[in-house]
């Protein structure tokens, strides 16, 4: 049966779905992103937390500070909070190993407490950080030519407005107002960091990120050497929408979440 668990430092509660049966060593935690409950969008992160827990995982979803049903951050930074959470369930279960993130915002705090708290072994990044570069303008090109020609005043039309609009700006930087990524080469130097350490991640891009992911190569360059270390998965679905509002999409991305986490996870 669900429970409700306080969250200590600055009123918050998480709603804790119990393993059913014999229960895994390592729990999942899931973050929430934006604006958005606890239960995910379109109620993914309860539909996931109930599939994983039939799969023997403790799983918390929890609204962050100023989230939801959450007091404002006032006394707890996010990521103090983040590990909060962890406490929290540790001090319930007794689990001592975690898997944690979610999407967008989510998968970002994600990596800010892997790199905190080596109690995390594993990371769902949903849309996380990608760079952009020639990869991205490659990829902005093949879906204009993949246009009909038609279209196409129209489009340059578009750009040239929203060009206008924001003029000084990058692509780049319109992102980096809204995301929280390290610098390129940091990012590349903390995953290997991570992976090294025995992190196991699993990166799901979808196509909801056209505003700064069009191209696989783009991740190539993202991770950089450790795109192919044996602890990163990743999984390139152009065809998904950012929030999974397909139930047909939701029900993929579970059982693909559900399946990283039992391959990785089945022996701890």
Not at 103 to 110: M, V
Not at 247 to 264: N, V
Request: charged fraction near 20%; proline fraction near 4%; charge should be positive.
């Amino acid at each position: 049966m669900e429970r409700v668990i306080e969250l200590p430092g600055y009123g918050g509660v998480g709603i804790l779905t119990p393993a059913g049966g014999a229960a895994n060593a390592t729990a999942v935690v899931l973050f929430n992103a934006g604006l958005i409950h606890r239960s995910g969008p379109q109620r993914l992160h309860v539909d996931l937390a109930r599939r994983l827990a039939a799969r023997g995982f403790h799983v918390l979803r929890f609204d962050l500070p100023g989230i939801g049903d959450a007091m404002s951050a006032g006394a707890a930074p996010t990521t103090r909070a983040a590990i909060q959470a962890l406490d929290a369930v540790q001090a319930t279960t007794g689990a001592s190993n975690f898997v944690i993130g979610g999407i967008c915002s989510a998968a970002d705090l994600g990596w800010r407490v892997a790199l905190a708290d080596a109690r995390v072994q594993g990371l769902l990044m949903i849309d996380g950080m990608a760079v952009g570069g020639t990869w991205y303008r490659l990829g902005k090109l093949r879906m204009a030519l993949g246009s009909s020609p038609a279209s196409w005043p129209g489009k340059l039309l578009r750009r040239l407005r929203r060009d206008a609009a924001h003029r000084g700006d990058s692509s780049d930087a319109l992102v980096d107002d809204l995301r929280d990524w390290p610098a390129p080469h940091e990012f590349t130097r903390q995953a290997a960091e991570l992976l090294d350490r025995g992190l196991n991640v699993l990166a799901l891009y979808t196509g909801g990120v056209a505003d700064y992911l069009l191209h696989p190569r783009q991740i190539d360059r993202t991770f950089g050497p450790s795109r192919r270390h044996p602890g990163l998965r990743v999984i390139i679905r152009f065809d998904m929408d950012h929030i999974f509002f397909a139930l047909r999409h939701r029900r993929e991305a579970i059982g693909l979440i559900g399946d990283w986490l039992q391959d990785t996870f089945h022996e701890r």
